[in-house]
């Protein structure tokens, strides 16, 4: 079945660092590839999406290319902000509903 | 525009109680998600509802849970008996369409069972 693999948290950076949250997944067919992202005490809101192979996904600073080669969609921001501090899904879509992966907290820190 | 509104926003059972969860999705949402989040393993789905229909529930457990979506009201995510393996934060997600990649959620629902 459809599967998202993250790299394991936490991850703490300082304020300005290059931010790289790796993603792989297993599916069948062609799926459209999501980062969510959930801020304390909140639910979890779309970051980015990319719905074929060579995509990019990008929204506030973050970006996310769909690799099909390596069934890859590994997240990336150039400078991250205390504001980033959150925990950052994956998500794959197929024929079934959202599939996630663990999360991964990310903690900035001034 | 409302969100997806979820309540309560905590509750707290006792084992062998029953626990109701509701979740009003945004307006123009006919599409429902209820996904359950245990710490350290992400979130698992759990079933997908449309007005007055289960669409699908391959990821509910077998017993003591149900899920409702009825033509009117909001979606009840229905735990009876609770243990305190159901201890747990609830999610639900609404979407306008049935592919359902592009979900809103709502703050969710920590239930803890004593």
């Known amino acids: 079945g459809n599967s998202v693999t993250q790299m394991e948290g936490p991850v703490t950076l300082s304020e300005e660092a290059f931010l790289t949250i790796n993603c792989t997944y297993t599916a069948t067919g062609y799926p459209s590839l999501f980062w969510y992202v959930q801020y304390p005490g909140e639910g979890l809101q779309l970051l980015l999406k990319a719905t074929k192979a060579d995509d990019k996904g990008s929204n506030k600073g973050f970006e996310a290319t769909y690799r099909k080669e390596t069934t890859s969609f590994h997240l990336e921001k150039g400078s991250v902000q205390v504001s980033d501090s959150a925990v950052y899904f994956c998500a794959l879509s197929g024929n079934t509903p959202l599939v996630f992966g663990k999360g991964t907290r990310l903690s900035v820190i001034a | 525009n409302a969100g997806v509104m979820q309540n309560p926003r905590h509750l707290v059972r006792r084992r062998g109680q029953e626990a109701r969860l509701r979740c009003s999705p945004m307006?123009?949402?006919?599409?429902v998600y209820w996904y359950r989040q245990l710490p350290e393993e992400g979130l698992k789905f759990m079933v997908y509802l449309q007005k007055e229909n289960i669409i699908d529930e391959s990821g509910m457990p077998k017993e003591r849970f149900s899920a409702e979506f009825p033509k009117e009201g909001p979606s009840i995510l229905r735990i009876q008996q609770v243990v305190r393996g159901d201890s747990a934060a609830y999610f639900c997600a609404s979407s306008p369409e049935s592919r359902g990649e592009k979900l809103f959620f709502g703050s969710g629902t920590q239930l803890s069972v004593l």
């Open positions: 307006k123009g949402h006919s599409h």
